[in-house]
């Protein structure tokens, strides 16, 4: 990319970052050390991409993700990528999550690892994902 390119995908990025942070704040608390609901990563590798860690599953919420969805209305290339980071999980669960996107949601979440209440989750627009996501 040149510097043209890179000013236009901070910009974006800047702008999207705070509506993301707008959308969120009603649904938690973000808390950089996983000790609220999620963290939203506050740092721009130069992808169109932004990522929310969530550290308590009531943030798989399909009215945060409908309006997460919404903020990409006008952004085809851009994504938002929902992590699951719940504390204690780390050598039970392998990484999983969403993937946002204008036109669809991606759900990677593993069901049979979830407790039973979120196991029959769905989410407007949604497919599984595949390998090659």
Known sequence: MGDADDAVQEEAWEHLYKRILEVLAPFGVEDHFGKADYLLVDDNYGWTRHTIEIHRLRML?????????????????????????????????????????????????????????????????????????
């Open 61 to 133: 919420d399909p009215a945060l993700v409908k309006q997460l969805r919404v903020l990409l209305h006008d952004l085809a290339d851009w994504e938002i990528v929902i992590s699951v980071d719940i504390a204690g999980t780390e050598d039970k669960w392998p990484p999983m999550g969403l993937i946002i996107r204008n036109h669809e949601v991606i759900d990677g979440l593993q069901r049979d690892l979830l407790p039973e209440e979120f196991r029959s989750i769905k989410f407007e627009g949604s497919r599984p994902g595949t390998a090659f996501d």
